[in-house]
């Protein structure tokens, strides 16, 4: 009677080993494979980030070719400079603040300042793409204020956004990215920025505004009856190369924001080309509707709004969603140069807060309108309106009011103050603060002397 | 008796369930797991229509460095518009009329305008890559007809390109890659061009040789006995970094175009980069032995003519095959680039027709006799060689005609013609068109008044 | 007795079939899944390969905008010419000696020059990749001789450099990382050069120095007592741009160096990233200290400094360590600049040997006192120090004699030697090497006419 039972038992025994060692082997397998998604989300991200990068390419080539010859190298060198400091400093002290252990919700902390060979690879992807976006952030500024602020001043500018403006309003929107479990006040509320329109481009955008009133407009911006003149860069064709480059830094900036090698960046791509296409659509449009011609600074204008906008919502909005936002964007944009020029009598060299600020705000604004019920962070549409505003006016107080502050202070406490010499400003800051000048400086001067 | 077998059957029993129990945990691993290369692919497409994208930024500088500084800011406006119109244009028709339902093989059809929210995530990193691809065919034109076409009709070109002219004949050779099923005329005869030597650069160089043929030669192009007069861009540097840059980008228009992270693209790029290697060392070898002088057009007409030329085999061609390709896409573009000027009396601005419809024809009908027997896709090399032939024809036939009457009728229609004013002409369209100047324009007006 | 054992045993065999079918099925798809993540390593190459190759147009406006107008074109094609030729020659030669069979550790060789059908997928992305790699190498010396060596004796130094003076080396230090069986003289002594501090840069730079020797410094260089003389680029401009761009695409050269997509790259990027910012503020901060002036050209010695130096030890190199290796690398290619310029009466003029050369060999060295013990590829730290002192001697011997003899032997054989005529020298090389000058170039002839 035994017998059969122990050969079945025996039987069974031995061949749940074998398929136990040969599970076990499937399993260990499986779990190799389970990484390979994971080493994809890291490519991702970080192909995404040296396309973020590449925006820096863009600022610079977009803001040396929008001012003046004789401004041109200090624009230039101001796009290094700032992308140097932050790095160092948001490396520092922005990282951890914006995405340390949160107290509160209100920023972050931890005591491993630069300590990353304690931490994890995941950690380290993350930090790099984090960086290009507050390189991003940092760098907005270098084109409004030009040809006119003190090179020093600058650098202390850009120590100051990276390390405590950018990163603390970065806490609030998305303080709980790197470790999920952290609270996030705005993100708590139902905020929706998902790429930056609001954290990263009107962080910028405002912050070039309160240092464009500060530091007042170029020389011969205004006649003597406060007519705004047009001044012209010296270089269009690398402006419009600038503008192209940041295009495609954008797929990066979008796309990237996912962090993760799926699929979900294809409609955020798709938004973002886009929502870039009507926005510079919208702006060659009303342009020629104006006067008949075809200026390069508005489809430039027009493109860049275009993707601003779109920055925010291109997770949550459908592709015809975005042909509105970049139509509305770009035009919204043009409109706010007009306004900021002739009835606020600001001067920003490079249209920083009608592109970054204004578009970014409306991008942030719009996209509650536009979204489907269903992806509503919030209980209601109503709900997802107001926080989308309340966070675009948090930004729009914080920022302003600590750059506003932090400029006038700068002002009164820099020997010379935060502006160069009207001397200065007139020989073109090649010369004065580097001591250099473009093959055509050189060329403008023996004109001079020969007449 | 029964007891022992029961007790194997429980036994059986109750171990198959915890089998498929863990059977079904594993089948749902691995299934999750064959996302990860789906996941890849359109990572690895998506990068790839990045690095395409960059050839708008290589276009826009090859072709500003190549004409007169007076004219470059209208050329670089130009690279922009037509970006921005061949996306809205190719995104609301020419994406549909490509990739649609196919009609007979002719033409796509369906009626999701647009409406992308509707379709999955692959026909929207599709999409992006398409897109990227229509631009640069439609961005050909704007280099050759630089210098004297109106701005305005420009951009209803760029709209006919990419709406009508380059999706239609693109439906005819790639019209089965969206949907596999849809029948395609070309592709279902065998025609090879992988990625896009006829569809793409000979799509773009008739229509830029039949806008040349349309609106006549710049002025001062040829002198009074109709000998060509070469007019120097103004500057071959920035034309020079145009090159490198279209360089890179190509290798993710050619890698790009398997559509798939697989090592399918290894020996693509490869290809790639050898057959533009070998293209420049042919014309500075033979541009030396002419006339013992290294004229930088020579170089980068060169390198481009052995990447349009390697753009349709690169798949199907071995390295030494590339070599090949290389050394005499070069050669005969920098042939072409002589005839058409000197025979023809045609001013082709930058070699557009030479470079990418001279080279994309010998590319397409060479690699019928350099692949391999095993590759073919018709019955015999012959039947190969007369359906290259057919298709590179066809390309011809199709793009000649329509862009020709398409641009006589505007010609005819538009109110001052096609072709600025003499005026305009000599004054430059930066100013004419765009009521802007470069720097070097500025100090040029003093150098005039000064005299 | 015997019924329910078999039972049982038909039970268990029915059961086993149907086993061994479902695993081999799982067996099957695991197989392909694991080819995923080959896959994936293949994308993260390539995708970096595209990075390095940027790196080209990083180069060619850097060194285009630090020479005089008048040699911008002649640099900016020599950039398009060498990577043609490395492409070729490398190519053909020297990826062969490089990579090959190794023959005791001294070259490698086997006979399928280029016959790449017969290889496999992976050879071909790996070629790629190393394509790119000598590219940077043969590039470095373009900058450093700008403005006075004949085009076509830099040609055939690019020829010399790509086929033999590179790969030999390269063979020493790498010649195991295709063939991981083959002997490398270096790398088995426990030589660290992770991406290529001594490989790449050392080498470029060492044939810049023997190149400079030889042929002499600039007309104007050095005042009739010897003090040397600034000489403006004529677009610092351009050259920031060229900065950021080498910048960007040293991600991918130091990131890609891992060839495989896995997050080993986190950490180095990383270290990349940091180590070029520190090097951008050391010299901010020095040369601002120096003469309260922040020339353009120490932001971008500091930023490439801080590259070069963190290539080799970005994989064992703590973030920390970055900082440090980032600014020493800094300000050691800065004072280098000063000894060959002041002492040595050496005319570089793109500084190539103090950015490559010498801060290549700084940070080949400091990074074995800044590993962790656990990685050290010795017996002890002060092996590892030993190492790394002969890497970076036996890199100085091999390649700074080598390239003096060569140039010296080119400088004897060609007809005029090796440079210019002083006629040319003073016209520029965009008019005696390329019959074309940029569009400065003609104002300059008009100003001189008018004059």
Redesign the interface.
């Known amino acids: 009677?035994l017998?059969?039972?122990l050969?079945?038992?025996i039987?069974?025994i031995s061949?749940?080993e074998a398929?136990a060692s040969?599970?076990s082997n499937?399993?260990e397998?499986?779990k190799q494979?389970?990484?390979?998604?994971?080493?994809?989300n890291?490519?991702?991200t970080?192909?995404a980030?040296?396309?973020v990068?590449?925006m820096?390419?863009g600022f610079?080539?977009l803001e040396?070719g929008t001012v003046?010859?004789k401004n041109?190298?200090n624009?230039?060198?101001k796009?290094?400079?700032d992308?140097?400091?932050s790095?160092?400093f948001f490396?520092m002290f922005g990282f951890m603040l914006m995405f340390g252990d949160s107290w509160n919700g209100l920023l972050g902390f931890d005591m491993n300042l630069?300590?990353?060979?304690k931490v994890d690879?995941?950690t380290?992807?993350f930090?790099?793409f984090q960086?290009v976006f507050c390189g991003t952030a940092a760098t907005i500024l270098s084109g409004s204020v030009a040809e006119r602020m003190q090179?020093?001043g600058y650098?202390f500018a850009t120590i100051f956004i990276s390390a405590i403006i950018y990163p603390i309003f970065g806490h609030w929107a998305w303080g709980n990215l790197l470790y999920a479990e952290n609270a996030s006040y705005l993100a708590d509320l139902g905020f929706i920025d998902f790429a930056g329109s609001t954290v990263v481009h009107s962080v910028g955008g405002w912050c070039a505004l309160a240092a464009c009133i500060v530091i007042g407009p170029r020389i011969g911006k205004f006649d003597s009856e406060g007519k705004p003149q047009r001044i012209?860069g010296?270089?269009?064709?690398?402006a419009?190369?600038g503008?192209?480059?940041l295009?495609?830094g954008w797929?990066?900036f979008n796309?990237g924001s996912t962090t993760a090698?799926?699929?979900?960046?294809?409609?955020i791509?798709?938004n973002t080309?886009?929502s870039?296409?009507?926005g510079?659509?919208a702006n060659?449009m009303i342009g020629y509707w104006i006067d008949d011609?075809?200026?390069?600074d508005r489809?430039?204008i027009g493109?860049l709004a275009g993707l601003v906008g779109i920055t925010a919502g291109c997770d949550v909005l459908?592709?015809?969603s975005a042909?509105i936002v970049g139509f509305t964007s770009g035009s919204i944009a043009l409109l706010a140069t007009e306004i900021i020029e002739h009835k606020f009598k600001i001067d920003d060299a490079v249209a920083a807060f009608p592109v970054h600020g204004a578009a970014g705000a409306w991008g942030t604004i719009i996209l509650a309108f536009l979204m489907d019920e269903s992806q509503l962070a919030t209980e209601s549409r109503f709900d997802q309106v107001l926080v989308q505003c309340w966070g675009v006016l948090l930004c729009a107080i914080w920022t302003f009011t600590l750059a506003y502050l932090f400029f006038k202070i700068l002002d009164k406490s820099m020997p010379n103050g935060l502006r160069v010499s009207e001397d200065h400003e007139r020989m073109g800051l090649?010369e004065a603060?580097?001591?250099?000048?473009?093959?055509?400086g050189?060329?403008?001067r023996?004109?001079q002397s020969?007449?």
């Open positions: 009677m017998t059969p039972v050969v079945s038992i039987l069974f061949m749940g398929a040969e599970n499937i399993m397998r499986l494979l389970e990484e390979t998604q994971n080493n994809l890291h490519v991702w970080m192909m980030a040296a396309l990068f590449f820096q390419a610079l080539l040396a003046r010859s041109s190298i624009v230039a060198q796009n290094i400079a992308f140097v400091l790095t160092v490396g630069f300590s990353f060979n690879d995941w380290f992807t930090f790099v960086v090179f020093v650098l012209i010296h270089s269009p064709v690398l419009a190369v503008t192209i480059i295009w495609i797929l990066g796309g090698g799926t699929p979900q960046f294809s409609h791509i798709a080309l886009i870039g296409a009507f510079g659509l060659i011609n075809f200026r390069p489809s430039m493109v459908s592709t015809w042909v090649n603060e580097h001591g250099t000048s473009l093959g055509t050189e060329l403008l023996g004109m020969l007449a």
